[in-house]
Structure formats: C-alpha cells, structure tokens
C-alpha cells in the first residue's frame, strides 16, 4: 500500500528527521518527497510506500501524533487512491 503524508506548521529545526525517523523505524519507505517554506510556514508532502511495514499502522500514526503535538505540527497520512480522489478537480 501507497501513502500520502502531509505535514504543514511553523518552520522549525528537526521537522523533517523527525517523521523520517519514526518512518524509518517501522519499515515505511520514502519514495518521493516535496518539502517547501513559505515564509515562516513549513509544508511537506511525502508519497510512502507501506507494504513492507514493521509495526501496526496505528502505532505509526501515533507516533506521528506526537510529533504533530510536540512541534505545532498538523500530520496527515491517507491511503493513496483516497488522497487523489479527495483531490480530483
């Protein structure tokens, strides 16, 4: 399984090691990512793969959970297929 993470808040050190290392640690890979600062405003977007996962998906999204409180963060991971249907013009 494909997944579409997003994360969006105020540009600060560590943003990116951080979810990459609770993705890393639980057998998520990143295949394509796009990260951008618009003035003071961090925006990232990321396309994973799941299929080779180490841990339950809730464990993963909990622990992004807790970056997203920790950092001022808003993360979301969707399922690829919903990200682009939720998204279609």
């Known amino acids: 399984m494909r997944a579409v993470i997003t994360v ?19 057998g998520v890979n990143i295949l394509d990512i796009s990260q951008t600062i618009m003035q003071d405003m961090f925006t990232m977007i990321m396309l994973v793969d799941m299929s080779k996962i180490t841990a339950d998906i809730k464990k993963i999204s909990s622990e992004l959970q807790d970056i997203e409180k920790n950092m001022g963060l808003s993360i979301h991971i969707q399922n690829e297929e919903l990200f682009h249907s939720m998204h279609r013009i």
């Open 8 to 26: 969006v808040g105020k540009d600060k050190v560590g943003i990116i090691a951080n979810v990459s290392k609770v993705l890393s640690e639980n």
